[in-house]
C-alpha cells in the first residue's frame, strides 16, 4: 500500500522538488487505485495547501471517493479520526454496516512502547468499544524509543503492542 504523510513531491511537470498539494493526494489516489500490487490505499500527503486542522478529512475524503481499495487513515486528532469514521459509514450506508464490512482501518501512534498518550489510547478504545478496526502501533525506534539492539527494541516493541491489546479488551 501506500506510505502516509509525505510533505514534499517531485512535481512531474516542472522537475522541481516542492510542497505537496491536494492535488498531489487526489493524483496518488487515483494511481494507487490502478496499480495491482498495492492492496489499500493511504494518506500519501500532507497537503500544504489545506489547513493542519481539517487536511486529515480531505485525505479520507480522497481515500473514499477515488479508490475503491481499503483505506489507512491517520488523524492528528481525536475529533478527526470520529470524523473520517462518520464519513466511512455513510459510504458504506451506516455504522452497523461498516462494523460488519469495514472498508477503512484507523492508524494511531502511541509516543513509545512506555509512553501510551492519551490522545493514542482514545482512538484505540473509541474503535474497540465499535468494533472497528485500528492499527495501533506503539513506537519502538531502536536508540531512540527503544534499546539499541535488535533483541531488546523487538522485546519492548512486543510488550508495547501487548499493553495495546491489554487496553482494547
Not at 490502478?34 to 486542522?53: Q, V
Not at 481499495?69 to 478527526?80: D, H, M, Q, S
Not at 464490512?101 to 512502547?113: D, E, R, T
Request: proline residues 5%.
Amino acid at each position: 500500500g501506500l506510505g502516509s504523510d509525505g510533505i514534499y513531491t517531485w512535481d512531474l511537470a516542472t522537475g522541481e522538488r516542492r510542497l505537496a498539494l491536494y492535488q498531489d493526494q487526489i493524483d496518488a489516489i487515483r494511481v494507487a487505485d490502478h496499480c495491482p500490487h498495492i492492496d489499500f490505499t493511504m494518506s500519501a500527503y500532507l497537503p500544504s495547501d489545506l489547513a493542519p486542522a481539517v487536511y486529515d478529512r480531505y485525505q479520507m475524503l480522497t481515500m473514499l471517493t477515488e479508490s475503491a481499495k481499503p483505506a489507512v487513515f491517520i488523524n492528528n486528532t481525536f475529533a478527526g479520526m470520529v470524523d473520517c469514521w462518520e464519513m466511512a459509514a455513510l459510504v458504506r450506508g451506516g455504522m452497523e454496516s461498516l462494523q460488519r464490512y469495514p472498508l477503512a482501518v484507523a492508524y494511531a501512534n502511541a509516543v513509545s512502547a512506555t509512553h501510551h498518550n492519551v490522545e493514542a489510547v482514545d482512538k484505540l478504545i473509541y474503535c474497540a468499544e465499535r468494533g472497528l478496526p485500528i492499527i495501533y502501533s506503539p513506537s519502538a525506534s531502536a536508540g531512540t524509543t527503544a534499546p539499541i539492539t535488535t533483541a531488546g527494541a523487538l522485546a519492548l516493541g512486543n510488550a508495547g503492542n501487548l499493553a495495546g491489546l491489554a487496553l482494547s479488551q
